[in-house]
C-alpha cells in the first residue's frame, strides 16, 4: 500500500469538491464567467466532442461521467477542460497549486499563499482570515477556463485537479513551478463521499458506500482514476524535480514545519536564518491549521457564492478533523480489495 502515515495529529484540514460536482451540471447552469462561448461553432465543437466520450452515471451525486483523456468528468468540465488547454496562459512567475478533489487542496493553497505573502500581510491582515482559500487562489477549471486574467494577477497561483498529462501545454511548457499534494486514497475515498452527498443532497441510501468504493476501485469517478491521477505527477517530479514539488498529505501533518520550508524554497521565497530562528514557519503552520481556520468567524458562519449555483456554507468545507477516518467506514474486510488493487496500480513506482 502507498506508505502513507496515519498521523495521531488530530487536523484533517478542509478539502473541497465543488467543482467536480457543481461541473457536472448542465450548462445552462453555469455562470457567464465559467461556461464555454455559446457560439454556435464552439458549441457544436464540444457535443461532438463529448458525444463520442464513454459515459458512465455510477457516482449518483454528480450525474453522467465522461471519460476524456483517460479521466473522468462531468460534461461542462469537459468543455472547461478543452478551452484551458486552447486558451490558458499563465504569467511567468505562476505557481500551479495540484491535486486530486479531497487529497489536501484547501490546505496547500492556504499555506503556500502565507509562504509567499508573509512579508505583505500579517496575523490582522491575512486574507485568510475573511476568505476561503478558494476564493484567494482560483480554478484553471473554473474561474479561469475562460479567461487567463480573472483573477488577482498579484497573486501568483492557479489550482487545479486537472491530472498532469491533461494540463494545459502552456503550463507544461513555461517556467511555472508545479506542486502536488497526495493523499491515502482511502481517506480521499471517505471524503470524496461524504462531501458530494452532502453538496448534492443524496444520501447514503440512494448512494451507499458499497457503490462509491465500487466506482472507486474500477476509477470511475470524478478526475479519476487516482491512481493515474498521482502517478502522473509523481512521476513529473522523479523527471523534473525542479519544476514539480510532489508532497504527501500525511508527511506535511507530521512535520509542517519542515515542508513548509520545502515549499518555501522551491517556490524562490526561501526563509532567512533570522525568520526560522524566529518561528516563522512555526506561525505559518498554526495559522493555517485546521484548528484555527475552522474556527474564524468567517468559517463557521461565512457562505462561499458562485454565480447561477447554490449558495455554500463555509463550515460544510470542515469535516471530523481526523486523519485515518477511513478505518471508521471501510470495515468488514472492505479495505481489503481497496488495498490489493492501489497495490498493484503503484506496484514499482516508488510510492509503496
Same mark, same amino acid.
Given at each position: 500500500?502507498?506508505?502513507?502515515?496515519?498521523?495521531?495529529?488530530?487536523?484533517?484540514?478542509?478539502?473541497?469538491?465543488?467543482?467536480?460536482?457543481?461541473?457536472?451540471?448542465?450548462?445552462?447552469?453555469?455562470?457567464?464567467?465559467?461556461?464555454?462561448?455559446?457560439?454556435?461553432?464552439?458549441?457544436?465543437?464540444?457535443?461532438?466532442?463529448?458525444?463520442?466520450?464513454?459515459?458512465?452515471?455510477?457516482?449518483?451525486?454528480?450525474?453522467?461521467?465522461?471519460?476524456?483523456?483517460?479521466?473522468?468528468?462531468?460534461?461542462?468540465?469537459?468543455?472547461?477542460?478543452?478551452?484551458?488547454?486552447?486558451?490558458?496562459?499563465?504569467?511567468?512567475?505562476?505557481?500551479?497549486?495540484?491535486?486530486?478533489?479531497?487529497?489536501?487542496?484547501?490546505?496547500?493553497?492556504?499555506?503556500?499563499?502565507?509562504?509567499?505573502?508573509?512579508?505583505?500581510?500579517?496575523?490582522?491582515?491575512?486574507?485568510?482570515?475573511?476568505?476561503?482559500?478558494?476564493?484567494?487562489?482560483?480554478?484553471?477549471?473554473?474561474?479561469?477556463?475562460?479567461?487567463?486574467?480573472?483573477?488577482? =494577477? @498579484?497573486? %501568483?497561483?492557479?489550482?487545479?485537479? $486537472?491530472? !498532469?498529462?491533461? &494540463?494545459?501545454?502552456?503550463?507544461?511548457?513555461?517556467?511555472?513551478?508545479?506542486?502536488?499534494?497526495?493523499?491515502?486514497?482511502?481517506?480521499?475515498?471517505?471524503?470524496?463521499?461524504?462531501?458530494?452527498?452532502?453538496?448534492?443532497?443524496?444520501?447514503?441510501?440512494?448512494?451507499?458506500?458499497?457503490?462509491?468504493?465500487?466506482?472507486?476501485?474500477?476509477?470511475?469517478?470524478?478526475?479519476?482514476?487516482?491512481?493515474?491521477?498521482?502517478?502522473?505527477?509523481?512521476?513529473?517530479? =522523479? @523527471?523534473? %524535480?525542479?519544476?514539480?514539488?510532489? $508532497?504527501? !498529505?500525511?508527511? &506535511?501533518?507530521?512535520?509542517?514545519?519542515?515542508?513548509?520550508?520545502?515549499?518555501?524554497?522551491?517556490?524562490?521565497?526561501?526563509?532567512?536564518?533570522?525568520?526560522?530562528?524566529?518561528?516563522?514557519?512555526?506561525?505559518?503552520?498554526?495559522?493555517?491549521?485546521?484548528?484555527?481556520?475552522?474556527?474564524?468567524?468567517?468559517?463557521?458562519?461565512?457562505?462561499?457564492?458562485?454565480?447561477?449555483?447554490?449558495?455554500?456554507?463555509?463550515?460544510?468545507?470542515?469535516?471530523?478533523?481526523?486523519?485515518?477516518?477511513?478505518?471508521?467506514?471501510?470495515?468488514?474486510?472492505?479495505?481489503?480489495?481497496?488495498?490489493?488493487?492501489?497495490?498493484?496500480?503503484?506496484?514499482?513506482?516508488?510510492?509503496?
Amino acid at each position: 500500500m502507498l506508505s502513507f502515515t496515519n498521523s495521531s495529529i488530530t487536523e484533517e484540514l478542509f478539502t473541497f469538491s465543488l467543482l467536480s460536482l457543481s461541473l457536472s451540471l448542465s450548462p445552462s447552469k453555469m455562470s457567464d464567467a465559467s461556461k464555454i462561448s455559446e457560439s454556435p461553432n464552439t458549441k457544436n465543437k464540444y457535443e461532438k466532442i463529448i458525444s463520442n466520450l464513454r459515459q458512465d452515471d455510477g457516482w449518483k451525486p454528480v450525474g453522467k461521467l465522461y471519460e476524456y483523456q483517460g479521466f473522468w468528468y462531468g460534461p461542462s468540465l469537459v468543455q472547461n477542460v478543452i478551452s484551458a488547454q486552447e486558451s490558458f496562459t499563465p504569467q511567468p512567475t505562476d505557481i500551479v497549486l495540484c491535486s486530486s478533489p479531497k487529497s489536501g487542496t484547501a490546505w496547500l493553497k492556504a499555506l503556500a499563499f502565507s509562504i509567499v505573502s508573509r512579508n505583505q500581510v500579517n496575523d490582522s491582515t491575512n486574507p485568510l482570515l475573511k476568505k476561503l482559500p478558494h476564493e484567494i487562489v482560483p480554478f484553471l477549471e473554473i474561474e479561469l477556463a475562460q479567461d487567463s486574467n480573472n483573477r488577482n =494577477l @498579484e497573486t %501568483p497561483f492557479v489550482a487545479t485537479h $486537472i491530472p !498532469y498529462s491533461s &494540463l494545459p501545454r502552456s503550463i507544461i511548457d513555461s517556467n511555472c513551478k508545479i506542486i502536488y499534494i497526495c493523499r491515502d486514497p482511502k481517506d480521499v475515498l471517505i471524503s470524496h463521499w461524504n462531501f458530494d452527498q452532502q453538496v448534492s443532497g443524496i444520501g447514503s441510501e440512494s448512494f451507499p458506500l458499497e457503490e462509491a468504493l465500487e466506482q472507486y476501485c474500477k476509477g470511475i469517478y470524478p478526475f479519476g482514476p487516482y491512481w493515474d491521477h498521482v502517478l502522473g505527477f509523481w512521476k513529473a517530479s =522523479l @523527471e523534473f %524535480p525542479e519544476k514539480v514539488l510532489f $508532497i504527501k !498529505y500525511e508527511d &506535511l501533518k507530521t512535520d509542517g514545519p519542515f515542508h513548509v520550508k520545502r515549499m518555501a524554497k522551491f517556490m524562490g521565497h526561501p526563509f532567512s536564518i533570522e525568520e526560522e530562528q524566529q518561528g516563522a514557519p512555526e506561525k505559518i503552520v498554526s495559522m493555517c491549521s485546521f484548528e484555527n481556520l475552522s474556527r474564524l468567524e468567517v468559517n463557521k458562519n461565512g457562505k462561499y457564492y458562485l454565480p447561477d449555483l447554490p449558495t455554500f456554507e463555509n463550515k460544510s468545507f470542515f469535516r471530523k478533523g481526523k486523519a485515518g477516518d477511513w478505518k471508521n467506514y471501510l470495515i468488514d474486510g472492505k479495505a481489503v480489495k481497496f488495498n490489493q488493487i492501489m497495490e498493484e496500480k503503484f506496484s514499482g513506482s516508488g510510492l509503496v
